[in-house]
């Protein structure tokens, strides 16, 4: 068994973006993760459409794309011709969740939803069947290099009996505080994918990091 791994660009020396997708793209991780913060969604500001456009360039790799804005329906289309594969949006950004849900998938992508640490995996039991990815935040979202939250193996094994409940294939992402410590206990509570900013970027050897977690 291996597990996806997507790197967080969030984290990567953005003055030599093109670098570091090659080193991604050179490593064993399958997806790149791509974090787009609006500044209202979250307090933070990171980078937006041409940056994506830019990546795309240059990534071999799928292409992971998180929404970190609010009412995220408006620039679906935009992140798809940017190249996005997934393009993730947040349960408490979308007054109607399932147009979005739709909008995406009318797009050619794979169609994932995001949970901030507060909400419950329940709120998806209308959608679950429908979608691809379910993203957990294990920390507050808007920062890199925060310290994951512990209810967080609870909530993937809730979600997992969700999924299979329900015969969705949707995968499981985690995305926050991911690092040695934390990454086998997520695998081991059923994370299918997992983002991780800091703990690659901020190593010694990037792509000996991420090899370690895609052999989780
Ligand atoms: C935070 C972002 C994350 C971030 C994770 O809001 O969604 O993707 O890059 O960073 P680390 O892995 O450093 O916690
Ligand atoms: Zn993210």
Not at 8 to 18: R, Y
Not at 61 to 67: A, E, G, S, Y
Not at 70 to 96: L, M, Q, S, W
Request: charged share 20%.
């Amino acid at each position: 068994m291996s597990t996806i791994v997507s790197p967080s660009l969030l984290a990567a020396d953005f003055a030599n973006l093109q670098q570091d997708v090659e080193l991604v793209n050179e490593s064993a991780a399958e997806w790149v993760h791509i974090d787009i913060m609006d500044g209202v969604f979250v307090p933070n500001i990171s980078f937006g459409i041409p940056v994506c456009h830019a990546i795309n360039r240059h990534a071999k790799v799928i292409q992971d794309v998180h929404l970190m804005i609010e009412n995220p329906g408006r620039y679906v289309e935009d992140f798809r011709k940017a190249g996005a594969d997934y393009i993730t949006v947040h349960y408490e950004a979308c007054r109607h969740l399932h147009r979005d849900i739709q909008l995406i998938h009318s797009t050619g992508a794979k169609a994932g939803v995001a949970l901030n640490p507060h909400t419950p995996v329940e709120v998806l039991t209308e959608v679950i069947a429908d979608l691809d990815l379910v993203l957990l935040m294990s920390v507050n979202p808007g920062f890199g290099g925060q310290k994951l939250i512990p209810g967080i193996y609870d909530k993937v094994k809730r979600l997992k009996a969700l999924i299979e409940k329900s015969g969705s294939k949707a995968l499981i992402e985690v995305d926050g505080g991911v690092n040695a410590e934390s990454a086998p206990k997520l695998v081991e509570a059923g994370v299918d994918a997992l983002v991780a900013g800091s703990y690659v970027f901020g190593s010694d050897d990037p792509k000996e990091t991420i090899a370690s977690l895609s052999q989780l």
